[in-house]
């Protein structure tokens, strides 16, 4: 670390007298400090494997006039560490209404996304690469399944295979996107109830409404149909009916079950209550 602060100072990218305080990491794999300047924050230096930082700045550099996501100062020649911007806020907490910070997501970040090589498979930066999006959402389903457990009916599960296997015969619609790949509200930075950043990219190639679908679900609260079609309205590159939109919203909150109830299980009641309104939900559209 000593050896780090002393590059970053000599390379101008840090004042001399600056201090180094960790932060509490949440989800993420990599070490995370906070650069304070004069006793203010001033920058975040992130340690992490070089895979997920060569993938970080990909995604950063090539979204750069984003506002929303973090300016990389430096990253290290062999891509141990990177320095970013700081936003000033919190993540989770003091966010406000859903139908808000939905809006500002997709109107300055969704709608910007730039479309990926065709030839270029589905699925992780860096990870196992997929053939069809299909076989993404395969996996994540069974992912999802091993954490449900006996949480759910075994006919839940049963339901979200077909809804996966339906939702393939869309693909070949699909236009490929890169995304974040993580947009939930673990990684958004609120300040006075507004979202002001978006930070810690999985980046991801895949369709935009995974980004979109996976934001509405990553909080229990205001998962209602009327914050829903409202924000998708406001998406400018993805078209589709009501019932698929529906089922899209219904599997990722089958998965982000499966993840509240390992990571976060002080929200799975209220996510079991919107798992219920949301299969009424898809029972009165859509016949499985």
Known sequence: MNETIIDLQNKGMIGNQAEIKQLTSGTTDGRVYEVLESGSPSSI??????????????????YKDIGLLPDIYYVDSEKRFFLYEYFEGTTHVNRGMKAD??????????????????????????????????????ISLEYA???????????????????????????????????????????????????TGVIDPDPLVGPVIYDFTYAFCSSPDDLNMETLLNSFALLKNVEMDHDRLIEEVVFQLYTRIGICKKAHP??????????????????????V
């Open 145 to 195: 399944y091993e954490n449900v457990g006996d949480l759910l009916p075994h006919e839940d599960y049963v339901r979200m295979k077909k809804i996966v296997e339906r939702l393939a015969e869309y693909e070949r619609q699909e236009e490929k996107h890169l995304l974040h790949g993580d947009t939930g509200v673990h990684n958004f930075v609120f300040h006075q109830n507004q979202l």
């Open 266 to 287: 002080h929200d799975l009641e209220e996510y079991l209550d919107a798992w219920e309104y949301w299969k009424r939900q898809l029972s009165e559209g859509v016949q």
């Open 101 to 138: 910070w939905m809006k500002v997501l997709v109107e300055r970040l969704f709608n910007l996304y730039q479309k990926y090589d065709p030839q270029a498979p589905w699925g992780r930066l860096g990870g196992t690469p997929r053939q069809t999006w299909v076989e993404f959402n395969r």
């Open 45 to 62: 230096l992130k340690y992490d494997y070089p895979i997920a930082i060569g993938m970080a700045e990909r995604f950063l550099s090539t």
